[in-house]
């Protein structure tokens, strides 16, 4: 059974950083891409970026420039490095994954003080 454990979500003031990290375990045979989505209270989940397995990697508009998205092949782990975070960066960030089937985690909350 795979499994997607994000951790590295907190409390940060505006400004300030954050890395979200998410493990991959179990059968996985081979990984296309992972990503991160993250969701605001009474907003829809939304796309924040993603890499594939050839580390080509995309970004929503709103976080060009602040967030970084990497990965650990041997790991099966992807990253978020956030910087400048702003206040509306305030959400449940989901690590994501595509391998024949995509898989989510549980999330981990991001919240950002003005």
């Known amino acids: 059974q795979v499994q997607l454990v994000e951790s590295g979500g907190g409390l940060v003031q505006a400004g300030g950083s954050l890395r979200l990290s998410c493990a991959a375990s179990?059968?996985?045979?081979?990984?296309?891409?992972m990503a991160w989505h993250r969701q605001a209270p009474g907003k829809q989940r939304e796309f924040v970026a993603s890499i594939t397995s050839g580390g080509i990697t995309n970004y929503a508009d709103s976080v060009k420039g602040r967030f970084t998205i990497s990965r650990d092949s041997a790991k099966n782990t992807v990253y978020l490095q956030m910087d400048s975070l702003k206040p509306e960066d305030t959400a449940i960030y989901y690590c994501?994954?595509?391998?024949?089937?995509?898989?989510w985690g549980q999330g981990t909350q991001v919240t950002v003080s003005s």
């Open positions: 994501w994954m595509a391998t024949r089937r995509v898989y």
């Open positions: 179990g059968s996985i045979l081979s990984i296309n891409a």
